[in-house]
């Protein structure tokens, strides 16, 4: 269902700057395993040292033309269906942290660890209801209400709650 909206971007992505269209990062997953997580590019190309100096800013200047639109669409996440297939993440959990971010979080908040007891998500609890305007105790917080009070229905809700929020318009 997906192919046509991610053969389009890829083209697009490639068309509009130089680099691979795929971007790919280290995350970690259940269990404390490493897996490298897929996105559209949605930056212009940088260096290992420049991409690790700063986190990603609301108007930040690395983004692409075409990087806003996927982002604002997040259709520069549909890469992570591949991941999904792999068995690296679910569909519904947590999103899966950064993997040089994962020690420097274990010691700040306690029981951090616990996210760990479930599959990263593609989309989550704390995504819909807290998405980048929350701190990452609020987050974290979230993952672990979704983890404790986990259902089918939970996950049919927040599918739902996804697809209200993808549908919404946004600002970049």
């Known amino acids: 269902i997906t192919s046509p909206i991610m053969l389009l971007s890829a083209i697009l992505v490639k068309c509009s700057s130089p680099g691979p269209v795929i971007f790919k990062q280290e995350r970690v997953g259940l269990h404390n395993k490493s897996f490298y997580m897929y996105k559209f590019r949605s930056m212009a190309m940088q260096t290992a040292a420049e991409e690790k100096k700063g986190w990603t800013v609301r ?4 983004v692409t033309g075409i990087g806003k639109i996927l982002r604002r669409t997040s259709i520069d996440e549909l890469p992570q269906l591949f991941n999904i297939l792999k068995g690296d993440m679910a569909v519904v959990g947590p999103y899966p942290e950064l993997a040089e971010m994962e020690e420097i979080y274990q010691e700040k908040y306690q029981g951090f660890h616990y996210r760990f007891s479930v599959k990263a998500g593609l ?3 704390a995504k819909v209801h807290g998405k980048y305007s929350s701190s990452k105790e609020n987050q974290f917080k979230m993952d672990f209400y979704y983890i ?3 259902s089918f229905a939970m996950d049919l809700n927040i599918l739902a709650a996804t697809l209200k ?6 600002r970049s």
């Open 165 to 170: 929020v993808l549908l919404e318009p946004r």
């Open 148 to 150: 404790q009070n986990y």
């Open 59 to 62: 108007n930040d200047p690395r």
């Open 123 to 125: 989309t989550g609890y």
